[in-house]
């Protein structure tokens, strides 16, 4: 069983017992549960249920291990024969979770 859920704009793939990093939640503290309720797709063995937009009644349970950044990814811009160069580093604020269960009334 899995699902696909949307948090932060972006779509991740949702197993019991799997882990995921996703943008920042925020007011998630580490060791909270969190019930993510944006599911786009419900895989339940060999039955698909596909929402339009979302799938009603079925919501994702999630554990909150960490609130941490993530490594630096650095922006170089160099402009040649002109001697323009700038160097940007930025660190994206994320949230580790642990997929506890998805609760499904389909």
């Known amino acids: 069983m899995y699902a696909i859920i949307k948090t932060g704009g972006k779509q991740y793939k949702a197993e019991p017992g799997v882990s995921l990093v996703v943008e920042k939640l925020d007011k998630a503290e580490p060791g909270q549960e969190i019930v993510l309720d944006k599911v786009l797709l419900l895989a339940n063995d060999e039955k698909v249920s596909i929402g339009r937009p979302l799938v009603e009644g079925v919501s ?10 993530s490594p630096k990814i650095l922006v170089f811009k160099k402009k ?7 160097l940007h580093g930025h660190r994206q604020y994320i949230t580790e979770l642990q997929v506890s269960r998805i609760n499904s009334w389909i």
């Open 60 to 69: 994702v349970v999630v554990k909150v291990i960490a609130q941490r950044k």
């Open 80 to 86: 040649p024969k002109k001697g323009y160069k700038k």
